[in-house]
C-alpha cells in the first residue's frame, strides 16, 4: 500500500474511531489524522501476530479492521493520558 493510500486509511480509520466512541474526543481533523495513522500501524502490529499480510491493499477488510481497532485503542490511551476536560464541580 502506497503511503498516500495509507494517510487516508489512517484518517477514515480515525474519523469511524470517533464515531464509535462514546462522548467527546478531544482534536481536530490533524489530531485525528495523526491518531488514525498511529492507531493504522499499531493495528496493523497487533494484527501482524494473527496475519502477516494485513496492509497488502487498500480495499482489504482486514487492513481496515485493523485500522480501527488500531485507532480505537490509540483514542483510548490518548483519552487516559490527556485527561478530561469538562465542566469543573
Given amino acids: 500500500?502506497?503511503?498516500?493510500?495509507?494517510?487516508?486509511?489512517?484518517?477514515?480509520?480515525?474519523?469511524?474511531?470517533?464515531?464509535?466512541?462514546?462522548?467527546?474526543?478531544p482534536g481536530g481533523i490533524l489530531l485525528t489524522l495523526v491518531l488514525g495513522v498511529i492507531g493504522a500501524m499499531v493495528g496493523g502490529w497487533i494484527a501482524g501476530f494473527f496475519d502477516a499480510n494485513v496492509?497488502?491493499?487498500?480495499?482489504?477488510?482486514?487492513?481496515?479492521?485493523?485500522?480501527?481497532?488500531?485507532?480505537i485503542v490509540v483514542l483510548l490511551v490518548y483519552g487516559l493520558i490527556t485527561g478530561r476536560k469538562g465542566a469543573r464541580a
Avoid: D, E, N, R
Fill in 55 to 71: 496492509y497488502t491493499s487498500f480495499f482489504s477488510l482486514s487492513a481496515w479492521i485493523a485500522a480501527i481497532v488500531g485507532a
Fill in 1 to 25: 500500500m502506497s503511503f498516500i493510500a495509507f494517510l487516508v486509511l489512517g484518517l477514515i480509520a480515525g474519523a469511524i474511531a470517533k464515531l464509535i466512541l462514546p462522548g467527546k474526543q
